[in-house]
């Protein structure tokens, strides 16, 4: 199997079933995120415990990008504290500018391909940009 496809499976796998998907009733941060040129939408969901992310979650509709990008974003950030989250989504931001490589062992490698398609930057960024908002409320 070549990597492209392998990546393309990553993708799909965190598309049909996403982890860490569902509202989370006692969040104690949530910011939604919407991309008016596709339509897609996010909503993130965290709970903070001892300034460490004890859960995030979100929900929303959109392609199959967005979701799995949502989807590897939740398994990324879980157990960090605020300042290593806030570090994570500047570091994957800068990877999708093309600043950065994309580490090997991670399975937001599957997402580097989208940096080739700038149209698509939008839809793997859309819940990290919508999780660092609700960080930055939450530091306030």
């Keep these: 199997m070549d990597l492209g496809a392998l990546y393309q499976d990553v993708i799909l796998d965190h598309n049909r079933a996403p982890r860490n998907f569902g509202e989370m009733s006692d969040a104690s941060a949530s910011s939604a995120g919407h991309n008016p040129m ?78 080739r398609h700038p149209s698509r930057i939008r839809c793997a960024t859309l819940a990290w940009t919508a999780f660092h908002k609700g960080l930055l409320e939450q530091k306030a």
């Design 38 to 115: 596709c339509g897609d939408e996010v909503t993130v969901y965290t709970n903070f415990r001892d300034d460490k992310i004890a859960d995030v979650r979100f929900t929303g509709r959109g392609c199959s990008i967005s979701q799995a990008s949502a989807s590897m974003m939740t398994e990324q950030l879980l157990g960090k504290n605020l300042e290593e989250a806030e570090a994570e989504v500047e570091r994957f931001k800068t990877m999708m500018a093309g600043k950065e490589d994309f580490p090997e062992a991670e399975d937001l490698t599957a997402l580097e391909g989208v940096i």
